[in-house]
């Protein structure tokens, strides 16, 4: 055996893939039925259901959150030299399509209460710029961070004041919904103009890689279902009428899909006790749990924790590491990633600290319990 070996095999992963025997039998159908990379019947079907479950009227199948998200800004209108206002906390992916439109971001800090998006602070900065003069938002993009929902009620509101559409990051966030307020039973990413989900390996669902664009507009969702198939229309031979794009899911990815759909439910409850077994074993000691909002029901997509400082944070990786356990520290913010540096924005302090302390702690579907009492016990030996 190999140095280490034994500490590989025995590793707790962050966060992985969850596939059992109803993908395998989907993915079979689907290579048999011929249709394989290209838009299948089961395409159709895994957006059907996807949009039933979220609560929207239309869903767009895409190869990646990323694109759900290019194709969301594209068809609401964003052009080069426009200004997006955009989550500081978040990975970067949120960001990125902003600049392939050739617009600009407006990066906006998180507040306390849900680390998200503050909707204090964009009501205050579109006041500011609408009585200056300034160019205000084109649109707004909200990410629901870690699974948590945003405050999003509030940012509606000030977004309609203004006529900015509001394009939903749920990424992170499947299955996450409010209970209370103006939004109750409603899905992240079923409010906005647009939603954008993703199915990478490591989200509480997967394709293998993947994303969906959700939307209420008829017409919006049949030009991005258009954009996302190279704009091509129906003709002899190849007819294109605008720049489009390779963004369609394929059949094998929807067959993952729809038996993760399936499962989604079971899912989403083993995350919620797998954060409330944290919860439990973390309450009183020297850190800080995820938000529990009244109204707010969170997915907990990545269980995260802050640290007291940097250095404890760490110690705390080098500790869980050491132990076999992976866990990793929260995103870096917008504005302290290169291509970002130079952005305006509205505070920064609070996405930093998140930075700074923040510590994401295995929560898999499948994490045993004894794996999760194993890194409890690794967290709480080091916490002691």
Not at 276 to 290: I, K, T
Request: charged share 20%; glycine share 10%; net charge negative.
């Amino acid at each position: 055996m190999k140095p280490g070996a034994d500490l590989v095999d025995n590793r707790v992963p962050l966060s992985i893939p969850n596939i059992g025997t109803r993908e395998r039998e989907l993915v079979l159908e689907a290579v048999e039925s011929g249709f394989v990379s290209s838009v299948g019947p089961l395409v159709s079907r895994f957006e059907h259901e996807f949009a039933a479950a979220v609560g929207a009227r239309f869903a767009v199948a895409c190869a990646s959150g990323t694109a759900a998200l290019h194709l969301g800004l594209r068809v609401l209108g964003v052009r080069s030299g426009d200004l997006v206002a955009v989550s500081d906390f978040t990975f970067v992916a949120s960001a990125n399509p902003v600049r392939y439109q050739g617009a600009d971001v407006l990066l906006v800090d998180s507040d306390s209460s849900t680390w998200n998006l503050d909707p204090t602070l964009l009501a205050a900065e579109l006041d500011r710029r609408a009585s200056v003069g300034e160019r205000l938002p084109a649109a707004v993009e909200v990410v629901h961070v870690l699974g948590q929902p945003a405050r999003l009620a509030e940012i509606v509101e000030t977004c309609d004041r203004f006529g900015i559409p509001v394009l939903e990051d749920a990424a992170e966030s499947l299955g996450a919904t409010w209970s209370a307020g103006p939004l109750a039973g409603r899905h992240t990413g079923s409010v906005g103009a647009v939603g954008a989900f993703s199915f990478n390996g490591n989200k509480i669902a997967t394709t293998g890689g993947g994303g969906m664009l959700v939307t209420d507009d008829e017409a919006l969702a049949a030009r991005a279902r258009h954009l996302s198939t190279q704009a091509k229309v129906p003709d002899v031979g190849y007819l294109h009428d605008e720049v489009g794009y390779n963004y369609r899911l394929t059949n094998v990815a929807a067959a993952i899909g729809i038996a993760q759909l399936e499962r989604l439910g079971g899912f989403i409850a083993r995350k919620r006790e797998i954060a409330r077994r944290y919860d439990e074993a973390f309450a009183g000691m020297d850190v800080v749990l995820p938000p529990r909002l009244d109204g707010y029901e969170s997915t907990y997509w990545l269980y995260s924790v802050l640290m007291r400082d940097t250095e404890q944070r760490d110690r705390l990786l080098q500790h869980l590491a050491a132990e076999g356990i992976e866990a990793r520290a929260l995103w870096r913010p917008l504005h302290a990633q290169p291509p970002y540096a130079h952005a305006a924005r509205v505070g920064g302090t609070l996405g930093a600290d998140l930075f700074a302390r923040g510590v994401s702690l295995p929560c898999s579907t499948q994490l045993s319990d004894a794996d999760q009492s194993r890194v409890i016990d690794a967290v709480l030996r080091y916490l002691s």
